[in-house]
Each structure stands twice: as C-alpha cells, then as structure tokens.
C-alpha cells in the first residue's frame, strides 16, 4: 500500500499494549505515529500537531473518546477521527458517526480492516 511519508497518525487508548501494537501494525505502513493515553492528552496533541487522522478508543477514564472526539472538532473539524471500539453491536457505527467519528475499527484491531481504514482516510 502506498502512503505519503509524511504521514502522521495519533493514536489514543489507556491500555500502553494496545497502543504498542497498533503503533507497530502502523509503523510498517510507513506512517509517523504518536500516541496518547487519554482523552486530555489527545486534544494537546492534537493542537500541537498536524496529524492526518486519529485511531481514538472510545472508553477510557476521565475523559472518553466520544467527548475527546467532541472537543477536537471544536477546533479540527476536518480530522479524520476513528473509534477503537471492543463494542461491535449493530448500533456502534450510527452512535460513533453521531459523536463525531468518521468510522469505527474493532478491537483487537485486524490489518486487512486497518489497511481499508487508511487507504479510506489517507488515500
């Protein structure tokens, strides 16, 4: 698959292995990655940096990725932002699409869906 260089990807989940393994999986496309463990976190990284999209877990402690979602649009209403869900049920994509998200990946997260996602967004 081929990807700009310069691309450059947040991804945000509080469990430091998912974010290990997600990184890895993107890192072999080529792509630059950041991660971060909160929602918090996710919106400083967000206006400090010009990412091409977001990989965002949607439960996380303080603040959620549903409400992180919501305030990044306040200020990045174009960015890309996928939720990173364990919660696949037949209503999960019409609720993350009405909070913000342009789509959604299931965890554990499968290459062939993450290649769709970033040729989707990154294309």
């Known amino acids: 698959m081929e990807k700009p260089q310069t691309a ?14 997600i990184k890895d999986q993107l890192s072999r496309f080529g792509l630059q990655v950041d991660t971060a463990s909160s ?19 949607n439960l996380m402690p303080e603040m959620d ?17 996928i939720a990173l869900t364990s919660n696949v049920d037949s209503e999960a994509e019409e609720k993350f699409l009405a909070a913000g998200f342009n789509g959604f990946l299931s965890k554990p997260v499968v290459k062939q869906k993450l290649e769709e996602t970033l040729k989707k967004w990154l294309a």
């Open 8 to 21: 450059k990807v947040l991804v945000v989940d509080d469990m430091e292995m998912i974010l290990f393994v």
């Open 39 to 57: 929602g918090g976190e996710a919106i400083e990284k967000v206006k400090q940096n010009d990412y091409n999209l977001v990989f965002m877990d």
């Open 65 to 81: 990725g549903i409400e992180a979602a919501g305030e990044i649009r306040k200020f990045k209403k174009e960015l890309p932002i």
